[in-house]
């Protein structure tokens, strides 16, 4: 089946720990992007891609990082320096003209 | 930088009754789109509005794109309880290379029975 794929869907880590979350697609899209979502909130962007080895910074990408060595994946890596990590967070694909977005299911991230 | 902005926040409706959420940009959009996130879910895309002043139905829900493409609406009519769920529009720019989907803050619609 063709879609969007995150994992896992829920992650613990102590505080001051780096964690990376998964996002896999099989859609042949060109852009992704991440997002994070807070209760009550919509949804602010980090990091967007439009190509392999090219992204640029959204809205809130203090302390986040991400990589796009492959067309398929767009992890992204929450880093001790990201003061409030505990969030939704989002990944999503499309085609390059400005067709819709497909999300993944989401990875509900916690730190203690 | 862009930005969309979504009202009403909240929205509690009896069932049948009727619902709107407008969705404001502060720059010009290339299209604007909405989406539907179902409670613990992710958002799944309803439609795409691409043209000044557009206007498009699905069965209850009508979506309208203004003339000058900063703003934009969903209205259902006679909400039911599988309408729950909150309801984002989310814009593209016009200028610049980015192709950035720049998400409302969304409407969160609570139909009573």
């Known amino acids: 089946d063709g879609g969007i794929t995150q994992s896992p869907k829920y992650l613990f880590r102590k505080e001051g720990q780096n964690v990376t979350l998964s996002c896999e697609q099989n859609l042949n899209h060109d852009a992704m992007y991440w997002y994070r979502q807070d209760p009550g909130q919509g949804l602010r962007l980090i990091y967007y891609?439009?190509?392999?080895?090219?992204?640029q910074k959204g809205d809130i990408a203090e302390g986040y990082s991400v990589s796009r060595e492959k067309k398929e994946s767009f992890p992204l890596t929450v880093t001790s320096a990201q003061k409030n990590p505990t969030a939704f967070y989002l990944c999503?694909?499309?085609?390059?003209?400005?067709?819709?977005?497909?999300f993944g299911q989401g990875t509900r991230l916690t730190v203690v | 930088g862009q930005q969309v902005m979504q009202i009403p926040q909240y929205q509690h409706v009896q069932e049948g009754e009727d619902f709107t959420t407008y969705c404001n940009s502060s720059t010009t959009l290339s299209n604007i789109q909405w989406y539907k996130q179902r409670p613990g879910g992710h958002p799944v895309f309803l439609i795409q509005?691409?043209?000044?002043?557009e206007v498009k139905k699905q069965k209850r829900l009508t979506f309208q794109f203004g003339e000058a493409k900063k703003n934009s609406s969903l209205h259902i009519t006679a909400t039911q309880t599988t309408d729950v769920g909150t309801y984002f529009c989310a814009g593209r720019k016009t200028s610049g290379s980015a192709r950035q989907l720049t998400f409302g803050s969304g409407t969160q619609l609570t139909v009573l029975p």
């Open positions: 999503a694909s499309s085609f390059l003209s400005l067709t819709e977005a497909f």
């Open positions: 509005l691409v043209k000044s002043g």
């Open positions: 891609s439009q190509i392999v080895n090219d992204f």
